[in-house]
Structure formats: structure tokens, C-alpha cells
């Protein structure tokens, strides 16, 4: 458990270990951090973590609220029928490895199942197998049959745009027109959403948004969800426009899953977005239905 | 999932509670939270230490995350408010986990002045700075009682975790 080195952090790499477990780092902080010696430093870092985490288990806790638990329960739900591809495809090699760990504590069953479905999907997306490139936790790999036809070229990624037109071709899609509002960054911008609620995917498309630097600011999304107290949005990401983009199409990476999409806004904030938007710039606003 | 809401949720609600502006705020915190032990749980090895420690650590680094892009904003809570925390005994600490027994145990080693630390840090979420002026305290203090108690804390979990492999 304890850092396997014998060399041990300086005064000055201990306080900023300690204030990140316990506050976090401002980015000069951080900088700081990492030009010292960055695996004596992740070493500690996890034994920091850990004791933080231990003291807070000694303290009592809360019962969980109802109505948080059912938001919970459907949030489950949902992350369970569209989510965990992604991690599968994620987890990659290491995923095999860690899963057997896993089935050593009988007293985390709950993440040896979890684990488990990790890699049942995982072993669903690699099929067919000869379509696949070999990960790290295969270790035989048969030798390709000598008349093997030669392989097709890859196919490109599809474009964003690719992408948002076949979501709108979906039947189930949801598309919401966006309305400029009276600020003056956002005149002459048209745009709209689309929105799929089954897969918690979609596009923002805009025409006429003006580009922006992203070290003075950015823009960010606010998703507006009907299940919800509508003085707190979801977060749906912040995103950039380059210079001469005429046309931008950007994917939207929502914080929280969205049961019944009601409204979108984009406002302009700082670098990196707010939890809390003091609506200052609102650029357009659209509402569903 | 609803297993793992039921054994987590009460951990993860409180630390979110403690650590977030309003009650609102807790309540978003809590469900990203969660979506990230679900996207995590692949990680989880046992040999590291136990599943309540896992999600702590989860929901301590997201909380704080949210909290630092929130500190332009006016304090979670006034100071006033905040409740002073009635710390386990090893004994009951020892049913939530075992770290949080030897946690309980390090806590009793050390003076209240340092304990006092501990909580207003890591269980109220205030800064160094901000506890340095709610305790009238040098933040040279803070910083060295907040090194030292998380030090001893971790000396005990890990002469917990040598004796565990010793036996195993």
C-alpha cells in the first residue's frame, strides 16, 4: 500500500499534494507540481487521496433523499442502454486484467458485476474478430490464411455534420430551432439542435456565430430538461467556433442524462465554462414544441 | 445499479452535500458522481483498498473539480453555519470500512486543534486560507496540522494494509 520507492516528496511537492487532495490546484499550482518528479509525485498523490478518503468515511452520513434516488434510478437506466459502449470500447486491453482483480473481493460484488459487463460488451465490439486490431491482453493471434483477399481501405470517421444528418434522419430525433437574442454577439446567428433521448446524443449547428479566442472566453451549452428545476440547467459543454467557420456543427457532450430535453441557451463565459451561468451573454435560446 | 445506489448513496449524497454550494448543487454533484463509479468501476482493484474508499476518492475529486470552478462565487455556506462533525469511534467506524476504523484511530492521535483542521478541510470543503481566518490561525499552522494529520492517517492505513498482507 505505501509507495513502493524509498525516495521520499520535498516540503515543496508534500504542501502541493496536500492541497490538491484537499482543494485543488490553481493552473500555476499545478504547473509547479508537474515539472517535479511526476511518478514520485502520482505515487504519493494516491496515498494523499486515500487517506483523505478514509477520513471522510469516519465521519456520519445523510440518507439519501427520494427524489434524488429515483433521479438516480433513471439515470441508471438510461446510462445502462447507451452509456456503457462507450466504456467498453474504452476499457480496451487493461480491462481483462482488472476485471479478474476485481473477482478477488467478494465484499465489492457490485463492481466485480459491473466489471463483468464491462467486458461482455467489450467482447461484443470487437466482433468479428478479423476486423479488429489485437489488444493488449491477446496474446495469440492466428497467422492470416495465405489467400486472405486483400483488406478494404478504411473508412474515414464521419464528419460531425455526417453525423448530425443521419441523427436527423432518425425518426425519434428531436430538432429544436435556435433564436438569436438581442445581444450583440450574437446577431445574425441561425441555429438550431438536434437531439436523440434514446442514445443522449446530438448536435449543435449554427450559421453566423462569431469566432471566438478561447483563452478570453468561450461558449457554453445549457440543456434545459423538462424533469427538472429549470433555475439550474445542465451543463452541455463548452466548444469554440475557429476563425471563417461559416458553418459549425458541434457534438454535445451533456454532463447529466436528459430525460425530457425542454429547452437549449448558449451563453458566452469565461475559459473552461461556469456551474452556474450569470446569463450575461445569452447568444440564442430555443425552446421544444 | 440500484445495488450500487443503495450501498454508495448515502456516502456519496453526504460528501456532496458537505462539499457543494446548495442543496441543488449536491444533487447535480451526486449524479455525475455516480456516472463516473459507473464508468469507473473497471478500475476498482481490491488489493488497493476497499469499494467505500473507491467512491470517496471518486467523489472527492469531482466535488472538488466543482468546486474550484465555483470559487469566484460567494462562499458555499457562512461559516457560522457550519456544524461541528460528531467523528466515528473505530469500533462503529470499522462497519463502513476499514480504513475508516484506522482513519477514526489516527483522528484520536491527534490534538483538536488538528482535528479541527482536518474537518473544515476536508469535510466542509473550505480552503486553507478560508480556515486560516475562520480559526484566527496563521496559514503556515493550517498548512503544517492539515500535512500532519493526513500523514498520520496514512501512516495507519498503511501499517493496516502491511499487516493485512503479512497475514495473507
Redesign the interface.
Known sequence: MSPGSQDQPDDAMVDLLVKQVTEGLSPAEQRALDVLDSALASEHLREFERAAAAITLAAPVQALPPSLRARLEEQAQIHAASATHVQALRATGTAAAEARRVSRSASAGWFAAAACLLLALFGWFRSPPSSVAPTADVHVTAPPPATMPPLPAPKEPPTAAEERAALLAKAESRKITLGATKDPAAAGVTGDVVWDPATQTGFLHFVGLAPNDPQVHQYQLWIFDGGRDKRYPVDGGVFNVPANAGEVVIPIHAELPIVKLAAVAVTIEKPGGVVVSSRDHVIVLGTAG | ?????D?Y???????A?RLSRTP??A??A???I??DI??S??????????????V??IA??RL???????TS?PAMAPVEVLES????DPGT?SE??P??????RA?RELRPEQRQV?EL???H?L??SEIAARLGMPLGTV?SF??R???K??EF??VD??SV?ERV
Open positions: 445499479m440500484r445495488e450500487c445506489i450501498q448513496g448515502a456516502l456519496v449524497w453526504s460528501l452535500r441543488s448543487d444533487e447535480d451526486t449524479q455525475e455516480f456516472l459507473w464508468r468501476a473497471g478500475r476498482f482493484d481490491a488489493t488497493q483498498g476497499s469499494d467505500k474508499v473507491f470517496a476518492m472527492r475529486r472538488i473539480d466543482r468546486l474550484r470552478k465555483t462565487e462533525v460528531a467523528w466515528s467506524a463502513t470500512s480504513e475508516a476504523a484506522q482513519a477514526a483522528l482536518l478541510g476536508l469535510l470543503g480552503s486553507q498548512k492539515m500535512r494529520g493526513l500523514i492517517v496514512r492505513l498503511n494494509a502491511k498482507s
